[in-house]
C-alpha cells in the first residue's frame, strides 16, 4: 500500500490543490492514491522530495518516514511544500492573481508558528530595492493579512500593479503611508488618502530563505 494519501493528508492538502502542485489531474493523483495506478520515476521523486520522505517511503517499502540512516541529520518534525510565487497582480473584483514560477520549496513546520499553511506563500523577490537586507532572487514567507504596523516589512500591490516589497510607514491618523526601500538608490514613494483605493498590503514578509 502505498503512503501518497497518508503524506497528502499530513501536509494539510486536499486533493485538487495537490494535484495542482504537481501539475497533474486529480484524477492521476486519486488513481495513485488508491493504488490503482504508479506515477512514473520523476514524480515519485518530486513528492519524496516534496514531502521530507523516501520513494521507498511513499511506496510502503520502506522504514517510518521520520527514520533517516545519515549520521547527525536535521529531520525536521514536518515538511510543508509551498509553490514558489513569482508574481502577484491585481485582479478582478478585489481578487488577487498567483503566477508560480514551477518551483517547489520545502519549509519546516515549526516556521509557520503554529499556523495553517494556508496562512502563507512563498514569494520570489524580484530587483534589488531592498538590498542588502533581501537580494534579487530571494524567497521569502510571507503571511496573509490585509493590515501590518509601521515599520514592518511587507508584500503589497499598488496602482493596480504587480506586488512589492517594502517597509511600510505610517503614523496613526495620517492621511499618507510611505513604501520605503532599504537601497539608498531608490526613492520612498508616498501614498495619500486619495490614491489608497490602489493600495493594498497582502502579506507580511516573516522569513527570508536565501541559497548559499
Do not use: H
Not at 497528502?8 to 492538502?13: D, E, I, T
Not at 516534496?50 to 517510518?64: C, I, K, N, Q, T
Not at 496562512?119 to 524567497?139: A, E, H, T, W
Amino acid at each position: 500500500m502505498n503512503r501518497i494519501k497518508e503524506m497528502r493528508k499530513a501536509n494539510g492538502y486536499t486533493q485538487a490543490k495537490l494535484a495542482q502542485i504537481l501539475n497533474t489531474t486529480q484524477a492521476n493523483l486519486s488513481g495513485w492514491e488508491i493504488g490503482k495506478w504508479e506515477p512514473d520515476n520523476k514524480m515519485l521523486a518530486k513528492m519524496a522530495d516534496m514531502f521530507g520522505v523516501s520513494v521507498d517511503y511513499l511506496l510502503g517499502r520502506d522504514a517510518p518516514a521520520n527514520t533517516r540512516t545519515l549520521d547527525n541529520a536535521y529531520v525536521p518534525d514536518a515538511i510543508i511544500p509551498y509553490p514558489v510565487i513569482g508574481t502577484i497582480k491585481a485582479g478582478y473584483d478585489g481578487a488577487v492573481e498567483e503566477l508560480s514560477t514551477g518551483d517547489i520549496i520545502s519549509i519546516p513546520i515549526e516556521m509557520l508558528c503554529g499556523r495553517p499553511a494556508s496562512d502563507y506563500f512563498v514569494l520570489q523577490v524580484r530587483g534589488n530595492s531592498m538590498y542588502p537586507k533581501i537580494l534579487d532572487g530571494d524567497r521569502v514567507l510571507v503571511l496573509r493579512t490585509d493590515s501590518v504596523d509601521s515599520g514592518t516589512t511587507a508584500v503589497i500591490i499598488y496602482n493596480g500593479d504587480e506586488a512589492t516589497i517594502k517597509k511600510i510607514v505610517y503614523s496613526p491618523g495620517a492621511n499618507w503611508v510611505d513604501l520605503v526601500p532599504n537601497n539608498p538608490e531608490y526613492d520612498t514613494k508616498r501614498i495619500f488618502a486619495n490614491e489608497f483605493d490602489q493600495f493594498r498590503v497582502i502579506g507580511k514578509a516573516v522569513k527570508l530563505i536565501r541559497d548559499i
